[in-house]
């Protein structure tokens, strides 16, 4: 059911200046894997010319038109694109959240095409730590219509095994200077 994990964080002060990142809100992809076909095309987008992918943690207050009640304190951001928010209903597990790409179709006032719309029925999950300077997403393709489902599934340990499989897995993204795990 799991299929791909992306682990990104936010590198270290040395790495980043080895790799000239300045932003402090940056997470980087250090490892994945795409256990079923290896060939997970949902986020390809969003790695840039480089090689690396990268998000930044946005508080989406300024680009999110919702009603209050469904806007999320955080959201994973890239190439001015909301990847997506993540929503967290458990306030005692503040470090298990879910979300889900955006399915318009376009983006925006100009109407750009929404590089996420084929992969709009793709679920989310994400574990973190405290400050959101690791996060784990983890993907279920074709699972939103099940993602409270999957989200209540993580928060009580049902993917525990999985998870630990896809970590033992998992590669490098991108070979950053000075960058070890």
């Not at 000239?20 to 290896?38: P, Q």
């Not at 207050?61 to 999320?72: G, H, L, P, T």
């Not at 209903?89 to 590089?115: A, C, M, S, T």
């Amino acid at each position: 059911m799991l299929e791909v994990l992306y682990k990104f964080q936010s590198l270290p002060d040395e790495v980043k200046s080895l790799n000239k990142i300045k932003s402090e809100s940056r997470l980087d992809c250090v490892s994945f894997t795409d256990k079923v076909t290896g060939n997970y095309k949902g986020l390809t987008f969003f790695v840039n010319t480089k090689g690396q992918f990268f998000l930044y943690k946005t508080i989406p207050d300024s680009f999110i038109e919702a009603d209050r009640k469904r806007i999320s304190e955080w959201s994973l951001t890239s190439k001015s694109i909301n990847l997506s928010s993540i929503y967290i209903d458990d306030i005692e597990h503040f470090e298990i959240g879910y979300g889900y790409p955006n399915p318009n179709k376009f983006l925006g006032k100009k109407r750009v095409p929404n590089p996420l719309f084929e992969f709009r029925n793709d679920a989310y999950l994400f574990i973190m730590n405290k400050d959101l300077s690791e996060i784990e997403l983890l993907v279920i393709p074709d699972g939103r219509n099940l993602i409270r489902s999957y989200y209540q599934k993580l928060l009580d340990g049902g993917f525990n095994n999985e998870i630990r499989e896809l970590r033992n897995q998992a590669k490098l993204f991108y070979n950053y200077d000075g960058l070890v795990l």
